[in-house]
């Protein structure tokens, strides 16, 4: 089958691997449709993912799959199901590794649950819980969006993030947008994105309240200016430093900051004496399986369109992935929908 394989830093090139082997609580899955990660994938394919990897790596971890081929124990997935983040796996001989996997043609879901229920140790399975059936009537172009959208749900559920509360996101990505758009269904107000000039229709399609030009000068005074009691919450959804302090003087006391981007993981430094007083930083990560729910219910009610991330119109085909990572680097396109089976 074939695969895209980042062999070295700077090098993403389509080689043809072997097709995954069915264990007994695998389900063999054909992968339709991909979506690339700007933060995850870029930093894999030129070496600058901020945690150990080794190259040849299979890259991609936003994909569907649709069962084929199911093992003797798996008891939750039948041939024809829909599953989420399915990716194939490493060489057992080490010729390539995987990253997770999802940009090629086949790929494995494990039945997490049914592995949990016969008592298999927990490090086997807790990982593959990323593996969640979709309804059968969703189109898999549009849910390749559910991994960003369960990953910053979580996120922001687990800050504290509620109706009412003032939301500031600096990024203008795809994760800033889905903070955002999360924001709003949550029914915080106001959601105020900092992103670039471009991106500024996309935010207010998501429905931000407000959207400001981060190489606008003054920052903090126009972000007071549109609320002027402070933020509850700053979301720092690219990562890069100095970001941090641009925006401390908009977050009210006892507000939370965090950071969600990777951009240059490491460097981001925070000043406090710009704040207006003591303030909270949150660093509690998601999960996506525990918002898989809500987001499959906001997508089924449109409150989360993929239209507002995704060309679904125009995929890229797997042999033309090169293509769709320069669109979102030339900043063409907020993510790119590759096509990787058919």
Partial sequence: MKAAIVEKPGVLAIRDIPIPLVGPYDALCELLYGATCTGTDQHIIYGRFPFPLRYPTVL????????????????????????????????????????????????????????????????????????????????????????????????????????????????????????????????????IVVGSAARRQAAINVGASHYLDYMAPNLAANLTAYCPDGFDFAIDAVGKSGQMDLVLPALKPDGTLCTYGIDEPGQCRINPDLARGSFNYFKGGYDEEETHQAVCDYFRTGRLDAKNWLDLDHPFDLADINDAFLAVRERKLIKALIRLHG
């Fill in 60 to 191: 991609g971890h936003e994909s569907i799959g649709r069962v084929v081929q199911v093992g003797p124990q798996v008891r939750n997935y039948r041939p024809g199901d829909l599953v989420t983040r399915v990716g194939t796996v490493g060489d057992p001989d080490g010729a390539f590794n995987v990253n997770w996997g999802g940009f090629a043609e086949f790929g494995l879901a494990r039945d997490h649950w049914a592995m949990r229920q016969d008592g298999l140790p927990a490090d086997r399975w807790t990982g593959c819980r990323v593996n969640q059936i979709i309804p059968a009537q969703f189109d898999p172009r549009s849910a390749t969006m559910i991994i960003t959208w369960r990953e910053t749900l979580s996120f922001l559920t687990r800050m504290g993030v509620g109706a009412g509360a003032a939301i500031l996101v600096m990024g203008s990505g795809g994760n800033g947008l889905a903070f955002a758009a999360h924001a709003v269904n949550i029914g915080a107000s106001p959601v």
